[in-house]
């Protein structure tokens, strides 16, 4: 895994903090070319590792990495499914069960793979909850063939919609079937890293990737920052750091001395839209992070 | 004393508060009710909570302390009423009933039982309101002169007009489903008004109901405000609220994320300069037991719990707090009458 991972929330206009922040950054990145422009600062900074959600924004990214192969000829993508928003409005009118199964009948070649017509595999599917959760795991992951993927990210909303429901079971299918069906690794983002990692456990998923907001000020930490720290220093998993800088509310070389400092943190993501934060972040993390940015 | 939950409709409401208080160590969910087989096999695939399809019977052979419903809001005061026969506390989504009549009936119910009694109005416990609630209630800003709430988001797009949302009488349009949380709100942190005025429904890609809601709310002393509401607008990723109240001695401008407070005086106690003062929900923000959409949810349904356990002073969203958010929504469309414009 690399140990430092490029996040892709700016791109989207997403910030925790302010809503006019939020706004800004949906206009800095109007224009695709801006976006890999982006990209390509990172990827001259030395980043390697990409996280990409599976949305319409992240199928122009991995379109524009093929066609510059020359450029990017040493990636690896850690992509999170599913994109929930895309979801949101039909599971309102329709209900959850019903929406997945539309999502799974709607692609061709789900319906390929179950031979069957659509009425009849309605109730069929339905019955089967790992099958729908495979189905669905292949429509999100089809914009990303081809690529080396590195790990699988579960979007902590379903990843803690399933631990809240108890199927921590569906999780540990979920991990053994991106590393057969993928060979990836299957990871879980969440937002309540001690909980999710017990679960884990007892669902008998061994040395999990969990990625999960870990900043000093405790912000999308669940239930709070000592909890955190105790799991991650208990270990037993692969941390990957996201939401560091708190979306600006905390000083990079604060941010950065705090989380590369806790243990058993396997990489950061951070998200960036200038050369001068990339390369800020880079060097402080080259830093603090066991002195090198490498391949763990 | 662990809490028996029934739980009907298992819609993405249902869904999200079973999935947080199954979590909870001091809740034990027993029953789930909702119309669709399907998703009640799924969610009881474990066999741990006994499922149906019809809610009497859920309630005649459950052994149930409290129930959470989460059904269309046509079906809210029946549902209660069912629940409160039966002695059983209650969580209900937003809103409460549509009819101020059948809320005024349920308040009846209530009377003399000792049960614990909420609504849904989510925001109320988000982190950024409750510390506005707190400046408001510690005085901070003094006597409110005048306000303007606004909620925004594309809840209802242009290429999605029908379904339940397409219907008043089943709760749906913007002002029963998407302005109810801004109204709420308002009466949370201002109170109730004493009348409303100038209201205005307004259809942009509905059919039979409204997309956007405008009213100005006038209270006893002279204080004045407005709410203005889409739900259709395709500039929000997220539904989105924004607060701004001015008071005698300060100003406070607010969303879920942030707020700006103008100070009219140096405030060292709280940490405040003479002029404007940010802080952002980075800074603010609680965790919470267990996280699932925003921590005001799981914040909501604890303090639910905390009410049963006998943990908590008052209810900070009880029935009647939902009935005075109906009657205002009721007197808006009293107030436009003639309905959609």
Known sequence: MDRVIFGDNQFYG??????????????????????????????DCGVRGFMLNSNEWAKDIVDYMRSSKDRYDDVRLYPYIPYPHKYANAVAEKGIITTLIDVVLSDNSAKGAIGMIAKGGQTLIGRDVMKLMELLVDVEMKIFRGMDVEVVFLQNIVTDLLLGLGFVDVLAAFSAYIEEKYGAKGGFMTMNLPYCVEQLAT????RPVVCAAINRSGYLMNPDV????????????????????ASGGIRPKDAIDYVCTQENMAAVVFGASSRSHIEETMGLIERTFNGAVERT | MTLRVGFVGMGRMGLAHYAI??????????????QSKQVLRILARKGEVATFTDVDRMLAEAPLDCLVISTPS???????????????????????????????????????????????????????????KRLLDGKVIGPIDHFKFEMYGRTV???????????HAKGGGCMYEFASHCIDLVNYLVGPPERVTGTLLHSIVSEKV???????????????????VNWCDPTFRKPSNKVELLGERAKIVADKYSYRVYLEEERADLGMVKGWNTRYVTDIAQGVRFYLRGNEFSRQLDHFVDCIQGRAERNICSFRDGHETDRVIHEMFEDARGGVR
């Open chain 1, 203 to 206: 669902g008998g998923v061994e």
């Open chain 2, 157 to 167: 797009t242009r290429d999605q007009t029908g379904g339940w949302r397409a219907e």
């Open chain 1, 226 to 245: 000592a909890e955190y720290e105790e799991t991650l220093k208990q270990g037993g998993f692969r941390a990957v750091a996201m939401s560091i800088f």
């Open chain 2, 74 to 132: 046509d079906s809210h005061a029946e549902l209660i009423a069912k629940a409160l026969e039966r002695g059983l506390h209650v969580f209900v989504e937003k809103p409460f009933c549509l009819l101020p009549d059948d809320g005024k009936r349920v308040l009846g119910l209530l009377d003399g039982k000792g049960l614990v009694n909420q609504v849904g109005y989510v925001n109320r416990f988000n982190d950024v309101f409750l510390e506005v």
């Open chain 2, 21 to 34: 208080l199954n979590t909870h160590p001091e809740v034990t969910p027993v029953a789930l009710c909702d």
């Open chain 1, 14 to 43: 997403i910030n925790h903090m302010s809503e006019e922040k939020a706004r800004a950054l949906s206009e800095r990145f109007a224009d695709f070319r801006d976006v890999t422009a982006v990209l390509d600062v990172a990827y």
């Open chain 2, 210 to 228: 409204e997309d956007v809601v405008s009213s100005s709310l006038l209270y006893e002393g002279g204080c004045c405000g407005t709410v203005l």
